[in-house]
């Protein structure tokens, strides 16, 4: 027989569940608060003793709730949490594999899908996700078999949340992880944000891009133009990033696919460079001198990460520094040609100083290339190019510019597989 306390409790739950029943919307909502308040961060048997051993009936009853009214519901974020407090509850699995039970995952990922939720919403059915995905690989597939890498992606991409972009990034790392089944397609849909507007969310992409290489084995090929497509990005930690990337990326098969592109971005078409630029001859009213478009941004970041930076990202590690195989293979892409182009480039000036930088990175490291470069500039020009690399651009005349940008250096292909002097590393 129950004792007298122990009917008390079982009385008290069952007035607190017809409280619940019976309620209306805002009646619910002060229910919440105090679940809320009074639970936070208790452990599966201090819910149970609350509960008098049935605190499952009470999350029933608001995974209930939740999937009748997710789609409009005006407290959804209160809702979320309280189911939070049982799947986050010490010793609570059997919490998780109820609410799994109930079709509670599907709805956390349609929530991501939805316009009406808002982000602290979205915020918090991310943080559910998390909990279930914790429980280990069967979970993730689980998530992963429900499009969930595509809504955590697309939310990503459109969060407006610096918290919220690091909770998905959190969430997409672990579902790339132990999960060999689905870790492509966890690849594929970071990819799927790069072309975003977030530099946040590019950022944080392309590092999680980064920690996977080692799980996913040989990048993907279409990975290689969203790559170099952030390298237009404003937001130098976007750039940074990216070229932190890119060389991971060099141990991988891309790697020559990546290094084309990034000597073919040194010589954007002319025509290509200046669409849509502001041109005041043409709009007088305009008080903004011509601006470079985003091409040059990616000409000077490619030729950055081609060499050698010197501003206070310059701790990234840019390739041809790193490998000499990477250099010999970047000078048969004719990238002496590359950069001596973008040089001459007084449209756009970080064009001209990370591409002189780079240049002389590849001047002292190889004679042939010196010897090359010092014909093509000729003996004042190169004494200048040498004596400062980091500002003798600013010296160029535009016949000079003309000439560097019309350049036809040309290293030759067995000169290229000789050995540097120094300062490349294998």
Not at 11 to 28: C, I, P, T
Not at 103 to 116: A, P, W
Not at 143 to 166: D, H, P, R, W
Request: with cysteine.
């Amino acid at each position: 027989m129950t004792s007298v306390n122990e009917q008390e409790a079982i009385r008290k739950l069952m007035v607190f569940l017809q409280e619940w029943d019976s309620a209306h919307k805002v009646a619910r909502s002060q229910i919440l608060d105090n679940f809320i308040k009074s639970n936070d961060k208790k452990t599966e048997p201090d819910l149970e003793l609350e509960f008098s051993q049935g605190a499952s009936l009470f999350l029933a009853r608001l995974t209930v709730w939740l999937r009748m009214t997710y789609t409009y519901s005006t407290c959804l974020s209160k809702l979320l949490r309280s189911i939070g407090i049982f799947l986050s509850a010490a010793g609570g699995c059997r919490y998780l594999m109820e609410f799994l039970q109930m079709g509670g995952l599907l709805v956390l990922l349609e929530i991501l899908g939805l316009n009406h939720p808002s982000e602290e919403d979205k915020r918090e059915s991310v943080k559910l996700l998390q909990l279930i995905a914790d429980l280990g690989r069967m979970y993730k597939e689980l998530i992963c078999e429900n499009y969930g890498v595509q809504s955590l992606a697309k939310f990503l991409a459109t969060s407006n949340s610096a918290e919220a972009q690091k909770e998905v990034q959190v969430l997409l790392d672990c579902l790339g992880h132990e999960n060999p089944k689905y870790q492509n397609q966890v690849c594929k849909g970071l990819i799927a944000v790069l072309p975003c507007a977030s530099p946040g969310a590019q950022q944080l992409a392309l590092q999680t891009l980064g920690t996977m290489q080692d799980v996913v084995g040989e990048a993907p090929t279409v990975l290689v133009e969203p790559v170099l497509g952030v390298l237009r990005s404003v937001h130098p930690e976007v750039q940074c990033a990216a070229i932190q990337l890119l060389k991971t990326l060099m141990a991988h098969k891309v790697r020559t696919a990546l290094l084309e592109g990034l000597v073919a971005l040194l010589t954007p078409p002319r025509q290509e460079a200046f669409a849509g630029c502001i041109d005041t001859d043409k709009d007088p009213t305009s008080l903004c001198p011509r601006k470079p478009v985003l091409v040059y941004i990616q000409q000077a970041a490619a030729a950055k990460a081609i060499g050698v930076g010197t501003d206070h990202l310059s701790h990234c590690s840019e390739l041809a520094k790193e490998s000499a195989e990477v250099a010999n293979e970047l000078i048969q892409l004719r990238v002496v040609h590359g950069l001596m182009a973008a040089a001459g480039n007084l449209d756009h000036m970080a064009s001209q100083r990370h591409a002189s930088i780079s240049l002389q990175y590849f001047v002292h490291t190889f004679p042939f290339v010196e010897e090359g470069v010092k014909k093509a500039l000729g003996h004042t020009l190169f004494r200048q190019f040498m004596d400062s690399a980091e500002t003798w651009y600013t010296k160029i005349n535009p016949f000079q510019a003309k000439e560097l940008a019309c350049n036809t250096v040309d290293i030759p292909g067995d000169m290229a597989r000789m050995q540097p002097t120094g300062g490349c590393t294998h």
